[in-house]
């Protein structure tokens, strides 16, 4: 199960109009993996408002690994 939780924050501000607005909201994810992961080499990453979250899969889960023909546009 992999859990993300984070805060966003939203602040406004326009002094010509007089009147500002703030937003805060905190949020929670769960997301079944459906496979085993190698726990100590997960990773994440956060650049330019996107977080990258990289799980390998075990060799077990890996031998169970299906591979998908995908056919061209017609």
Known sequence: MLTLKGEKRSETEDKDRQFS???YGRFERRIPLGYEVEDDKVS???RNGVLTVTLPKTEKAQTKAKRIAIN???
């Open 21 to 23: 607005e703030r937003f």
């Open 44 to 46: 994440a990453d956060f």
């Open 72 to 74: 061209g546009a017609h």
